[in-house]
């Protein structure tokens, strides 16, 4: 058998393998954006809160919701870590951490940029009124968006960029 002839076998079968997990990690991702979309705003405050008391019960580390610095620092790290993915697991729901995350960071934001609530295709939103303009965001999103694809400190950045007052900045 010619050397050539193994390369290429082993390049398609690398090739495979690679495009079979990016559809598993497509599928579980669009699946995830699926059930964040039909979070209930009824529902937020007792999935922030199992956010905060499972952090502090598994892990050991206090989300307090009156400091958004140090809570968004910490959250930030843990994300980007993977650990909440494992503590929030759910059966055939791998990105079951983003509900209480995504809640915790909404309700963070809600209290200390004085947002409001609103439905949207995409999920709850939080509308922040400033003076000259309106933001809006979607925190749930945001913590599946970190986990996949953020960097260090960005998630804290978003949480301070939102609860900071613009004369502030």
Do not use: N
């Amino acid at each position: 058998m010619s050397w050539s002839l193994v390369l290429t076998v082993g390049a398609a079968l690398l090739a495979g393998f690679l495009g079979w997990g990016a559809l598993l990690l497509r599928r579980s991702l669009g699946s995830s954006m699926q059930r964040l979309a039909l979070v209930e705003l009824a529902s937020i405050l007792a999935l922030a809160e199992e956010c905060r008391r499972t952090v502090r019960d598994r892990l050991k580390i206090e989300l307090d919701p009156r400091d958004p610095d140090a809570a968004a620092r910490a959250l930030d790290e843990l994300v980007l870590s993977g650990r909440l993915r494992s503590i929030f697991k759910a059966d055939g729901y791998d990105m079951r951490y983003a509900e209480p995350v995504g809640a915790f960071l909404s309700e963070l934001i809600r209290r200390h940029a004085r947002a409001e609530w609103a439905d949207d295709e995409l999920g709850p939103m939080l509308v922040i009124h400033r003076p000259g303009e309106v933001v809006e965001t979607h925190p749930f999103l945001k913590a599946v968006r970190h986990h996949t694809h953020g960097t260090p400190g960005q998630l804290h950045a978003y949480v301070m960029e939102l609860v900071t007052p613009s004369t502030e900045r």
